[in-house]
């Protein structure tokens, strides 16, 4: 107890039986105002959920990840990355958001890549199940999974414990992506550090792939009503976006199109080491960068820091103009549903 709490204490217990009353709560909320609470240091359930005309979209972190961009970064320098990270005020190494993105339709729930499920180790423990649960659904009920590439990060959700995460839903991935990762003689031709990544699609598709669940497409295709997938390879073989469309509103869940929005809003031809191309790469993100600009429909990503749905336009230079090469990122607002 403090000095002056003791101190008021004693008073009240020296002052005659004629204080009035009143005095009693108010010495009561001097006492508490001095109580110490235990901090939480924790967060909030990790999903947001916003209306894409009759779709429901809900947003789910997985967790995220302390990278080293300005090493990792590439068509640039390292001061470059450093200082456009100073900037937005992020440090470095910089926390990058994992989310995925579940859709629903009324009469279908897909979910857009699947999160790491811990495979980055205990530093990036994964929270998309306990979030998909307290969003208020289950894996169960899972129709369909959209892959969008077959790096870790989005499909180690597809299997816990030995068994297939989402029991009752098919995988759909583009038909090049497959064919690269699940190739033999691609894995026999790939260099050393990244036969990894081979062995880690096998582990998590496989399963699927015996059950008849792992299903391709190729090219501009329709899935399902509403619901199209997108080539944009570059990032890896097979790489794909989804647009997702109801009622003349439009959301476009691009993956790993970007890495780190301090950097490559403002400069989209940066690339990444992760890239299998990165020309092709950085080629995609200008032209979906344009045409996202220019249409003002939705974007869901996956690293940019959740719940990673916004718009993007093209920034404005200092006699007022519009850069056609530079972007901004417009985060969603935070809204209360109905």
């Avoid at 979209?57 to 090493?71: E, F, G, Q, R, S």
């Avoid at 989310?99 to 423990?125: E, M, Y």
């Amino acid at each position: 107890m403090s000095p002056r709490s003791l101190g008021l204490v004693l008073a009240l217990a020296a002052a005659p039986l004629s204080l009035p009353l009143v005095a009693l709560p108010l010495v009561a909320l001097a006492l508490a105002a001095h109580a110490a609470a235990p901090q939480v240091k924790t967060q909030a359930p990790g999903y947001y959920r916003l209306m894409l005309g009759d779709f429901e979209i809900t947003a789910l972190n997985d967790t995220v990840l302390t990278l080293p961009m300005d090493k990792l970064m590439t068509n640039t320098t390292p001061a470059k990355v450093a200082a456009a990270l100073a900037r937005n005020h992020q440090p470095s190494p910089t926390p990058t958001s994992v989310n995925a993105f579940l859709i629903n339709t009324g009469g279908q729930l897909i979910l857009v890549d699947t999160g790491l499920n811990g495979l980055a180790g205990p530093q990036a423990p994964s929270h998309l199940l306990a979030n998909l649960k307290a969003a208020g659904y289950t894996p169960e009920q899972v129709d369909a999974v959209l892959i969008t590439h077959m790096h870790s990060d989005h499909i180690g959700g597809l299997m816990t414990d030995g068994h297939p995460t989402f029991p009752n839903a098919t995988v759909y991935v583009d038909a090049a992506e497959k064919g690269h990762w699940l190739n033999p003689e691609a894995e026999s031709k790939a260099p050393a550090d990244e036969k990894r990544g081979f062995a880690t699609a096998h582990k998590l598709l496989d399963a699927y792939a015996m059950a008849g669940k792992l299903k391709t497409f190729d090219g501009v295709t329709p899935l399902f009503p509403g619901v199209t997938a997108l080539p944009a390879h570059g990032h890896t073989p097979g790489h794909s976006a989804y647009a997702v469309e109801s009622k003349g509103q439009k959301m476009l869940f691009w993956g790993d199109l970007m890495h780190v929005a301090a950097v490559q809003f403002d400069t989209p031809a940066t690339t990444i080491q992760f890239d299998s191309d990165s020309p092709a790469a950085a080629k995609e993100r200008a032209r979906i960068f344009a045409e996202a600009a220019k249409d003002g429909y939705w974007v869901a990503a996956a690293h940019i820091s959740f719940p990673g749905i916004g718009h993007i336009r093209p920034k404005d230079t200092t006699d007022g103009k519009a850069d056609p090469k530079s972007y901004v990122w417009e985060p969603a607002q935070y809204s209360l549903g109905e």
